[in-house]
């Protein structure tokens, strides 16, 4: 969002909670739901980040609550915060997630698989049910789950992170069978996203990453918020359990 928070439209009625939002995707879907009225919540680690975020999409809108997403003290925190602040859920995006090991899975340390699996799912069942619980059983709403293509599809050295991305689209799949027809729920799987998180998949080398998507260039974190805010709209009020891919066509070549 630009500097001109005086230009920001008309508040929509609607609160969103997006985890993992001080940058990258996540802050990329905050900042599309700002702009078109929606109050936020963000979560992520670094205070210091989180409330520069906050700054940015504009304080007026917008709270940060810093903590781990696989801390269960500061998820109800989060969701605490959120319905004293604002009075209700409507949206919930879980975008949190780690990925501190690149190698093969046959030598990966059992201990920080579960870590990945820890943050990258069991969170978002976290956050799920306390907003459920807090907010969403009474006034619906919808929920958007960030997978990855690494989720649908062997992820060579990244295997632990594509195993926890294959979750969270069950995941989806899972509570968007439960929450039915109260709630909605669905999943995003993006191909690279040029972020600092994913750096290490296209650093120094962008051209030739780049060259395996048809659309001629990485995803930004645009791309995803748009994307998310569509799901998380009355436009799509017919829509859950599925996983939207946005790879920039990188899948056109499976066949190849």
Do not use: C
């Not at 007026?60 to 998820?75: C, L, M, T, W």
């Not at 009474?138 to 599809?153: F, L, R, Y």
């Not at 709209?233 to 599925?242: E, L, N, P, V």
Request: hydrophobic share 45%; no cysteine; net charge negative.
């Amino acid at each position: 969002m630009t500097e001109q928070h005086s230009a920001l439209p008309a508040l929509s009625g609607k609160v969103a909670l997006v985890t993992g939002a001080s940058r990258g995707i996540g802050y990329g879907i905050a900042e599309a739901l700002v702009a078109r009225g929606d109050r936020v919540v963000i979560t992520g680690r670094n205070e210091d980040a989180l409330k520069e975020a906050v700054e940015r999409l504009g304080a007026e809108r917008v709270i940060g609550v810093a903590g781990k997403a696989h801390d269960e003290a500061h998820q109800a925190v989060a969701v605490e915060r959120a319905m004293e602040t604002f009075g209700r859920i409507d949206y919930l995006v879980n975008n949190a997630g780690t990925n501190p090991v690149f190698g093969p899975i046959a030598d990966l340390d059992l201990g920080v698989a579960r870590k990945v699996f820890e943050t990258n799912v069991i969170s978002a069942l976290g956050f799920a049910q306390r907003t459920w619980h807090a907010s969403q059983k009474e006034n619906g709403g919808a929920i958007v789950n960030i997978a990855s293509m690494a989720g649908i599809g062997a992820s060579p050295f990244i295997g632990a992170y594509g195993m926890s991305k294959a979750a969270m689209v069950n995941l989806s799949l899972q509570l968007a069978h439960e929450f039915a027809p109260v709630v909605r729920v669905n999943s995003i799987a993006p191909a690279v996203i040029k972020t600092k998180f994913a750096a290490a998949l296209y650093e120094n080398r962008e051209e030739e990453v780049v060259a395996s998507y048809p659309m001629g260039r990485l995803g930004v974190p645009e791309d995803i918020g748009g994307a998310a805010a569509f799901l998380l709209s009355d436009a799509s009020g017919w829509i859950t359990g599925q996983t939207l891919v946005i790879d920039g066509g990188l899948l056109l070549n499976a066949g190849v």
